[in-house]
């Protein structure tokens, strides 16, 4: 693209004030930032969490900074849980009301809880665009648009995924890394997109494509040598939606980090498949500290069911090769959904059982998020409407499942265990003590009783260990 004549002001917005399961760093807008500035325009970044909520703040930086545009990211619709249900999108609703004071301002949404419900999330707000999925280059195509003078429609989409060399590494800011570091201990990065598989319920094809695009590995390395040199961050979230892709692709950024031999440490999300000892010890060695697996299901039944194309069997291994290396690991597990019965329930509750070493989460129901296959499921089985919106969260429970008896059996089977959490809620408490006692990071691992070997320091006073 080339170099606009006109220059803009741009203040980024992010309007996530969820601090479960941690206050996660704007990573989205980080990026946007970059690209933005990189194309020559004045862009300053609010993080309406920072700020404390403070809509006169928010007030007080449109007054100093007098932006020609404000761009409002909306992360989360809600929380996923169907036991303690949360809605965000009414927040947004008051920050485009607080631009509006002040004549002239455009207003842009973008993010990926945006990009889920884009046409109601505009109706709701009353912003001026919005931009659905990627946002580097469509946002700086958009204002280019709007400068020049033309209208561009209120819904922008690229018309084509980013490729390696346009994905933008983000633009951190000291504030709100600061503010992150001693929140959450943590910032996060992100080194590819994509996923190929088709779980039922699940919208990261949607949101990021189902080709696993990898970013350059150096490029990847250089973000986190900058976050390490410029802002001394030490501990990072690495955000793909499946670190260990098929491809290996992971394996090079690991290899990187370990070329340049950074004193890091890091977590991500895995896929328990095909991973053995030799690939967690690599990165292990490059930093790994914990992971959280992308179990979903309990038994093979439920686990085909949401189309994981995954067996229990496989989970069980890569557990076991997780508690060899003595890397703490986290499963994330639904209960209810498709083709659950109280056999399933049953199944997968002793299933559970023989995950040693590590720590379980459960869920009751299934959010159905727009344009999924489990969309289409829910409305088949006649548990939603075509009319029903989906920004209000929306559960999807297999049909004649008795739940509240299901919630009681998996509350039963977890009582007493410190490493099984159910309901989620019981989660926030324990969060919410481990704060209190001046932990900082995932926390989970904080549950599991032994002490990893190769446990990394957190400077700052910070653990992840065992208390
Ligand atoms: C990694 C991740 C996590 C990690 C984060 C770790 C960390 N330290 O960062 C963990 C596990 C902690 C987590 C927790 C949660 N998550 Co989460 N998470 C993700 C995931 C996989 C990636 C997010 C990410 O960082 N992407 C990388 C950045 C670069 O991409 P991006 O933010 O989408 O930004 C791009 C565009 O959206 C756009 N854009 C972004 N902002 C803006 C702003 C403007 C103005 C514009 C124009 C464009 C724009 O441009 C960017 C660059 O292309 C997404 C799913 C996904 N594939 O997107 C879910 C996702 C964001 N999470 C989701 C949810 C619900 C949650 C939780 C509430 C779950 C829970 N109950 O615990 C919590 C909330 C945490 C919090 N404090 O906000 C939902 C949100 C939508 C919804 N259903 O409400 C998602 C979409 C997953 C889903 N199933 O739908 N999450
Ligand atoms: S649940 Fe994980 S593996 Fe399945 S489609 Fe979503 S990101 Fe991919």
Not at 126 to 139: F, L, N, Q, S, W
Request: charged content about 20%; some cysteine.
């Amino acid at each position: 693209m080339h170099l606009i004549n006109c220059m803009a002001r741009v203040l980024l917005v992010s309007s996530n004030v969820t601090e479960e399961p941690m206050p996660v760093y704007p990573l989205g807008l980080a990026v946007v930032a970059a690209a933005l500035t990189a194309q020559g325009h004045q862009v300053e970044q609010f993080d309406f969490l920072v700020a404390d909520l403070s809509l006169d703040l928010l007030r007080d930086r449109i007054r100093t900074f007098a932006p020609d545009y404000v761009g409002i990211g909306i992360r989360n619709l809600d929380n996923c849980d169907s036991l303690t249900r949360t809605s965000y999108p009414t927040l947004a609703k008051q920050m485009v009301e607080v631009t509006r004071e002040t004549p002239g301002i455009r207003v842009i949404l973008g993010g990926s809880g945006f990009s889920l419900a884009p046409v109601e999330l505009l109706a709701l707000t009353g912003a001026d665009h919005g931009v659905v999925g990627e946002g580097e280059r469509a946002v700086c195509r958009l204002i280019q648009e709007l400068e020049s003078g033309r209208v561009p429609p209120p819904l922008l989409r690229d018309p084509e995924l980013l490729d390696r060399d346009s994905m933008a590494a983000p633009l951190f800011s000291t504030e709100l890394v600061a503010f992150y570091r001693e929140r959450s201990g943590m910032i996060n990065l992100q080194t590819k997109r994509g996923c190929p598989e088709h779980c039922v319920y699940c919208n990261y094809p949607q949101l990021e494509g189902s080709r696993v695009r990898p970013m350059e590995p150096r490029a990847v390395v250089d973000a986190l040598e900058r976050a390490v040199r410029e802002h001394r961050a030490d501990h990072f979230f690495f955000t793909d939606a499946i670190f260990n892709d098929r491809e290996g692709h992971y394996l090079a950024v690991v290899e990187e980090i370990l070329r340049r031999d950074l004193a890091v440490s890091w977590c991500c999300y895995l896929r328990p498949q095909g991973l053995g000892r030799k690939e967690l010890a690599l990165m292990i060695r490059a930093g790994l500290h914990a992971v959280e697996l992308g179990t979903d299901g309990a038994c093979d039944t439920t686990l085909q069911a949401m189309g994981k194309n995954l067996t229990f069997a496989e989970v069980l291994e890569v557990t076991a090769a997780c508690a060899a290396e003595y890397l703490p690991c986290a499963h994330f597990v639904m209960f209810g959904g498709p083709g659950e019965t109280p056999e399933t329930v049953a199944e997968g509750l002793a299933n559970l059982e023989r995950l040693d070493r590590s720590v379980v989460f459960a869920f009751s129901g299934m959010r159905i998020l727009p344009g999924t296959p489990l969309q289409a499921l829910a409305l088949r089985a006649g548990l939603i409407t075509p009319g029903t919106s989906l920004l209000e969260p929306a559960y999807y429970f297999a049909p004649g499942l008795d739940v509240e008896a299901m919630n009681r059996e998996i509350a039963r089977a977890f009582h007493h265990r410190r490493d099984r959490v159910f309901p989620p809620e019981e989660g926030r408490r324990r969060q919410q003590t481990l704060i209190r006692m001046g932990y900082r990071g995932l926390l989970w691992d904080t549950l599991l009783r032994w002490r990893p070997a190769a446990l990394p320091a957190i400077p700052n006073g910070t653990a992840h260990a065992n208390p």
